[in-house]
C-alpha cells in the first residue's frame, strides 16, 4: 500500500530472516529448558509470529518473512516469549530497531542483544497539544500569566489486553509544581479526540504579597508541561501506562501560542540497560526498502529502453542485462527486472532472448544453466511468481500430510532411532517420493502458460546448440522444473508459501531425502547412483530404477516444453491428460428432451478431445484440439440439470454434465489450457442454451449470434495486475544508481575493446561485452536517463525540505527519522532552511 505525497507515491516493505537465538537464560526451576517463538512488531503491532520450538535456550526458527508496510512507524522490534506449562506467554527479551537506523543492517546477518522489556518504556502513537500564554486579570487587579493547555486528540495507541481505554493526566512541572488533571476516558478508541482544556497559573500576580510561588515570573522557561497517556484497567494492577510527553514552556516564545503533534515517549526510567548477552541475543537479516515513485511519465525514457531489451541484438548490450553485469548480486537486478517485463507481457521474448545467449556460451551440454547466472535467476523468479499457485495444487496435500503425520523415514542407518526399523522407513520414504512424483509428472496441463512458454523456447535453443545430444532438449527443462522449483519447494515449503513456518527437524529430514530423490529422477543422469554420494542414498534409489519413471519425466516435459504447439508436429506421440465418464447432449438441435442426454466415456489428449460409447471402443465423436473457440459453464437453467459445461465449436457447442463441482472444474480448466493457444479462440459466449428457437441468455433467435457475455476463460487471474510498473522501474533506477561507478566502468571497458584487439584487461574481465559500440551507446542512454531521475529526485527532496512543518501530524517533535534528515539537509549547500 503505497502513502500519497505531492503526486509521488511512498512504498515501504521489509523482508526479514530470523535466523536462531543463543544463550536465552534458563527457566527459573527444576527443568531449566524454555519453550520459545519469536515476534515481529511494527512498534506495538504484531505482524509475525514464528512457531513455538521447544526445550531449547538456543532456537534455531529459520523463518523468512515479507510484508509492504501499509503506515508510517518507528520501531521494527522483535520480541522472545516463552511459554510455560500453564501455557502463558512471558516475554524474555527483545530488539527495537529505530526505523532511521534500519539502513546499517540492510542485508547483513547480526546478531542483536536483547533487551529487557518493560512496560514503562513499550510506547507507541502520537498526541495533539495546543498551548496558550496569556494575561488575566485577578478579582483583586492584579495580573498573572495562566497556560491554557488543549489536549485535542491521539492517534495510533496501542491495544492493551484486547483494549484501549485511554486518558491523558496533564500537569505543570518545575522547582516546586506538580498539578495533575485529567481528561475523560474515551472507551475503545485507540484514536480518541478529547479536546479538552485546561488552565495553569504560572506567575504569580504582582499585587500577590504572599509567598505562594517560588517561581518568578522571568522563571517561567524554567517550567514544562507533561502530559501522560493511560489505559483505564479493570484490573486490579492498576491502570497501563501509554507514553509521556514534556514539553517545555520556553517553546511558546514571544507569541505565547504553539500547536504541534508530539510522539508519544517512554519514562525516564523505562529503559533500564543491561549487560551485553544477559538476556541472551538473536541473529538477524534485515532489508528494508523505501521506494519513493513518481508519476509514470517521469519513467518512460529509462522503461522503453528495457523494454526493448529483448530485441536489441546482440542481447547483452541491452539495459537489462546490462544491469545484471553490475548488480554484485544477479538476484537483484533478477526480481524488477522480471516483475517489469510480466507486467508488460514482455517476459516471454526477453527470457528466449537472454536464454539463447547463454546456450551459446555454453561449450558442455552438462553443464547447461549450472551457474547462478541472470537467465537463472530470472527464470527462477519467474516460476516463484507465475508458478506458485501451480506449487500449491500440486504439493502443498502432500507436504501437509507429511508435516501432520510424522512417519519415520529415516535410512541412514547411522542416524536410525532404536525404536525404528528400517525397512518400515524406506516403505514409507518410498511411498511418499512415489505419490510426490506422480502427482509432479501428472501435473503438465496444469503448469501456467508464461512457464510453458519459457520451457519451450529453452527446449528449441538447447537442441539447435546440442544437436548431438538428444536429451539436451529434456536435461535443459529439467534443470529449471525439478532443480530449481520442485526439489526446493519440497525442501523448504515455508519458502514457497506451502507451510506457514519451518518445518521441524524430524519432518526437514525427511522432505530433504524426497527432495533428493524427486531431484534425481528428474535429472534424467545416464547413471542414478553416482549422483548419491551416500551409499544407503544409493541403494534406496535401486527402488526406481525402471523404465517407467525416465519415460514418465520425458512425457511430462514434453507436455510443459510443448504449450507454444499443441499439434502432431510439437508432440509425436499423444498424450492422455485426462478421461472418465460424463453425461452429454446431441449436438443436433433438431431433437429435444432427456432422451438426448447419454453417458459416454469422454478422453481428451493434447490432441483432440473424443468420446466413446465405453472405455476402449472406437470414436463416436472427435473434436480437433484446434476447434475448441471456448469452454465455459452452462448455466443450470438451461437443462435444470446442475455442473453442465460446454465445449464450444465452430458450428455448434457441445453440452456436458459432470459427476460433481470438482470434476466439472477440473475439466473446464484443463480443456481450457489445452485449447488456449488457438488462435480463433472466442472472446464472448452465450451462458445458456440454444432452445426453442432462441438463446436462453440473450432471447436472441439466431443461432448464429455473437455470445452476450465476456469470455472467462477458466484460467488464474493475470499475475500483471499484482505488479506496480512504475514502482519495478523505480527500484531499477535505484540498483543503476547504487552501481553508477561499475556503469561508467562498463563504458571504459567498451572503449578499451574497441580500440585494443591484445588480451582484455583484468578490471574488465568481468563484463559480457559482445558488441563494444552497441553496449556503450545503450550505456550512454542509461547513465543518461538514470541522471535525469536523479535530478528529479533532489528536486523532490529539496521540495519537500522547503514545504515540511517540523511538529506536522506528518512528522511529529520526537521524530528522530526526520531530525536525522534536518541535519543532513542543513548540512548541506545545496539547501537552504
Same mark, same amino acid.
Given at each position: 500500500m503505497a502513502v500519497e505525497e505531492e503526486g509521488l507515491r511512498v512504498f515501504q516493505s521489509v523482508k526479514i530472516k530470523i535466523g536462531e537465538a543463543k544463550n536465552i537464560p534458563p527457566y527459573p526451576g527444576p527443568n531449566k529448558m524454555r519453550d520459545c517463538y519469536c515476534t515481529v512488531n511494527l512498534d506495538q503491532e504484531e505482524v509475525f509470529r514464528t512457531k513455538t520450538l521447544e526445550k531449547s535456550l538456543c532456537p534455531f526458527y529459520g523463518e523468512d518473512f515479507y510484508c509492504e508496510i501499509p503506515r508510517s512507524f518507528r520501531h521494527l522490534s522483535f520480541y522472545i516469549f516463552d511459554r510455560d506449562v500453564f501455557r502463558r506467554d512471558s516475554s524474555i527479551g527483545k530488539v527495537a530497531v529505530k526505523k532511521e537506523d534500519l539502513q546499517k543492517y540492510h542485508g547483513k546477518d547480526h546478531w542483536f542483544p536483547l533487551q529487557p522489556v518493560c512496560a514503562d518504556s513499550e510506547v507507541q502513537g502520537k498526541v495533539h497539544l495546543e498551548l496558550r500564554l496569556s494575561e488575566v486579570i485577578t478579582d483583586s487587579g492584579g495580573v498573572c500569566h495562566k497556560l491554557a493547555t488543549r489536549v485535542l486528540e491521539c492517534q495510533d495507541l496501542p491495544i492493551v489486553n484486547n483494549q484501549c481505554d485511554p486518558y491523558a493526566a496533564v500537569s505543570l512541572l518545575g522547582p516546586s509544581r506538580s498539578e495533575a488533571k485529567k481528561t475523560k476516558v474515551k472507551r475503545k478508541n485507540n484514536n480518541p479526540q478529547f479536546d479538552e482544556v485546561f488552565f495553569f497559573e504560572v506567575t504569580k500576580p504582582l499585587s500577590y504579597t504572599k509567598r505562594q510561588f517560588d517561581v518568578e515570573e522571568d522563571d517561567v522557561d524554567k517550567l514544562a508541561l507533561k502530559v501522560d497517556l493511560w489505559n483505564a484497567s479493570n484490573l486490579k494492577f492498576g491502570d497501563e501506562f501509554l507514553g509521556e510527553v514534556r514539553v517545555p514552556l520556553k517553546v511558546l516564545g514571544q507569541s505565547g501560542v504553539h500547536d504541534a503533534w508530539y510522539f508519544l515517549q517512554p519514562r525516564d526510567n523505562g529503559n533500564k540497560s543491561v549487560k551485553a548477552d544477559e538476556l541472551g541475543s538473536l541473529r538477524l537479516n534485515i532489508v528494508y526498502t523505501e521506494d519513493h515513485v513518481f508519476p509514470t511519465e517521469h519513467y518512460n525514457p529509462l522503461r522503453d529502453l528495457l523494454l526493448q531489451s529483448a530485441h536489441l541484438e546482440p542481447v547483452s548490450a541491452s539495459a537489462a542485462h546490462i544491469l545484471g553485469e553490475v548488480c554484485r548480486e544477479k538476484q537483484e537486478a533478477a526480481v524488477p527486472?522480471?516483475?517489469?517485463?510480466?507486467?508488460?507481457?514482455?517476459?516471454?521474448?526477453?527470457?528466449?532472448? +537472454?536464454?539463447?545467449?547463454?546456450?551459446?556460451?555454453?561449450?558442455?551440454?552438462?553443464?547447461?544453466?549450472?551457474?547462478?547466472?541472470?537467465?537463472?535467476?530470472?527464470?527462477?523468479?519467474?516460476?516463484?511468481?507465475?508458478?506458485?499457485?501451480?506449487?500449491?495444487?500440486?504439493?502443498?496435500?502432500?507436504?501437509?500430510?507429511?508435516?501432520?503425520?510424522?512417519?519415520?523415514?529415516?535410512?541412514?542407518?547411522?542416524?536410525?532411532?532404536?525404536?525404528?526399523?528400517?525397512?518400515?522407513?524406506?516403505?514409507?520414504?518410498?511411498?511418499?517420493?512415489?505419490?510426490?512424483?506422480?502427482?509432479?509428472?501428472?501435473?503438465?496441463?496444469?503448469?501456467?502458460?508464461?512457464?510453458?512458454?519459457?520451457?519451450? =523456447?529453452?527446449? @528449441?535453443?538447447?537442441?539447435?546448440?546440442?544437436?548431438?545430444?538428444?536429451?539436451?532438449?529434456?536435461?535443459?527443462?529439467?534443470?529449471?522444473?525439478?532443480?530449481?522449483?520442485?526439489?526446493?519447494?519440497?525442501? =523448504?515449503?515455508?519458502?514457497?508459501?506451502?507451510?506457514?513456518?519451518?518445518?521441524?527437524?524430524?519432518?526437514?529430514?525427511?522432505l530433504t531425502l524426497v527432495s533428493k530423490t +524427486?531431484?534425481?529422477?528428474? =535429472?534424467?543422469?545416464?547413471?542414478?547412483?553416482?549422483?548419491?554420494?551416500?551409499?544407503?542414498?544409493?541403494?534406496?534409489?535401486?527402488?526406481?530404477?525402471?523404465?517407467?519413471?525416465?519415460?514418465?519425466?520425458?512425457?511430462?516435459?514434453?507436455?510443459?516444453?510443448?504449450?507454444?504447439?499443441?499439434?502432431?508436429?510439437?508432440? @509425436?506421440?499423444?498424450?492422455?491428460?485426462? @478421461?472418465?465418464?460424463?453425461?452429454?447432449?446431441?449436438?443436433?438441435?433438431?431433437?429435444?428432451?432427456?432422451?438426448?442426454?447419454?453417458?459416454?466415456?469422454?478422453?481428451?489428449?493434447?490432441?483432440?478431445?473424443?468420446?466413446?460409447?465405453?472405455?476402449?471402443?472406437?470414436?463416436?465423436?472427435?473434436?480437433? +484440439? @484446434?476447434?475448441?473457440?471456448?469452454?465455459?459453464?452452462?448455466?443450470?437453467?438451461?437443462?435444470?440439470?446442475?455442473?453442465?459445461?460446454?465445449? +464450444?465449436?465452430?458450428?455448434?457447442?457441445?453440452?456436458?454434465?459432470?459427476?460433481?463441482?470438482?470434476?466439472?472444474?477440473?475439466?473446464?480448466d484443463i480443456l481450457t489450457k489445452v485449447s488456449q493457444c488457438n488462435r480463433k479462440r472466442l472472446s464472448t459466449y452465450h451462458p445458456s442454451a440454444f432452445l426453442n428457437g432462441h438463446w436462453l441468455c440473450c432471447k436472441l433467435s439466431a443461432d448464429t449470434a455473437p455470445g452476450c457475455t465476456p469470455c472467462t476463460g477458466g484460467l488464474p487471474a493475470n499475475i500483471q495486475l499484482d505488479v506496480d510498473g512504475d514502482r519495478e522501474t523505480e527500484r531499477i533506477y535505484s540498483l543503476y544508481s547504487t552501481y553508477m561507478a561499475k556503469l561508467v566502468k562498463m563504458q571504459e571497458a567498451c572503449g578499451s575493446k574497441s580500440v585494443y584487439d591484445g588480451p582484455e584487461q583484468e578490471e574488465y574481465s568481468t563484463f559480457v561485452i559482445d558488441d563494444p559500440q552497441e553496449t556503450y551507446k545503450t550505456l550512454r542512454l542509461v547513465i543518461s536517463a538514470v541522471q535525469t531521475l536523479e535530478q528529479q529526485h533532489m528536486q523532490y527532496k529539496r521540495d519537500k525540505f522547503r514545504k515540511t512543518k517540523y511538529g506536522s501530524q506528518e512528522h511529529p517533535i520526537g521524530d528522530q527519522s526526520f531530525q536525522c534528515y534536518i541535519r543532513q539537509q542543513s548540512e548541506s549547500s545545496t539547501y537552504s532552511i
Open positions: 527486472l522480471v516483475r517489469l517485463f510480466l507486467h508488460y507481457g514482455k517476459i516471454v521474448p526477453f527470457l528466449s532472448a +537472454i536464454a539463447h545467449a547463454e546456450i551459446s556460451r555454453t561449450q558442455d551440454p552438462n553443464t547447461i544453466f549450472r551457474g547462478n547466472s541472470l537467465t537463472s535467476k530470472c527464470i527462477d523468479e519467474t516460476m516463484k511468481l507465475a508458478g506458485m499457485h501451480y506449487l500449491r495444487v500440486t504439493l502443498k496435500p502432500i507436504i501437509d500430510e507429511i508435516c501432520t503425520d510424522h512417519k519415520p523415514c529415516e535410512i541412514d542407518p547411522v542416524k536410525l532411532k532404536e525404536s525404528e526399523n528400517l525397512d518400515t522407513n524406506r516403505e514409507n520414504l518410498r511411498q511418499y517420493v512415489d505419490r510426490i512424483f506422480n502427482v509432479i509428472t501428472s501435473s503438465g496441463v496444469s503448469c501456467p502458460t508464461v512457464m510453458c512458454d519459457i520451457f519451450f =523456447s529453452l527446449r @528449441e535453443s538447447a537442441a539447435s546448440r546440442f544437436q548431438v545430444d538428444p536429451d539436451v532438449r529434456y536435461t535443459a527443462v529439467s534443470s529449471f522444473i525439478f532443480l530449481r522449483f520442485f526439489a526446493p519447494a519440497i525442501l =523448504s515449503p515455508n519458502l514457497f508459501h506451502l507451510r506457514p513456518h519451518h518445518p521441524d527437524p524430524y519432518t526437514s529430514r525427511t +524427486i531431484q534425481t529422477l528428474g =535429472s534424467l543422469a545416464k547413471s542414478k547412483s553416482a549422483n548419491f554420494k551416500e551409499s544407503y542414498m544409493a541403494a534406496f534409489y535401486d527402488y526406481f530404477n525402471e523404465q517407467k519413471y525416465a519415460d514418465a519425466v520425458k512425457n511430462f516435459l514434453d507436455l510443459i516444453s510443448s504449450s507454444a504447439r499443441w499439434d502432431q508436429k510439437s508432440i @509425436e506421440t499423444p498424450i492422455m491428460l485426462k @478421461e472418465g465418464f460424463m453425461i452429454k447432449r446431441a449436438q443436433g438441435r433438431n431433437r429435444f428432451g432427456l432422451k438426448n442426454f447419454k453417458k459416454r466415456w469422454f478422453r481428451l489428449t493434447n490432441h483432440e478431445f473424443t468420446y466413446h460409447k465405453t472405455k476402449g471402443e472406437g470414436a463416436l465423436c472427435s473434436i480437433p +484440439i @484446434e476447434n475448441i473457440l471456448a469452454v465455459e459453464r452452462l448455466e443450470e437453467e438451461s437443462f435444470k440439470m446442475k455442473n453442465m459445461f460446454q465445449v +464450444i465449436q465452430p458450428e455448434r457447442a457441445l453440452y456436458i454434465q459432470a459427476n460433481n463441482c470438482v470434476e466439472a472444474r477440473d475439466w473446464i
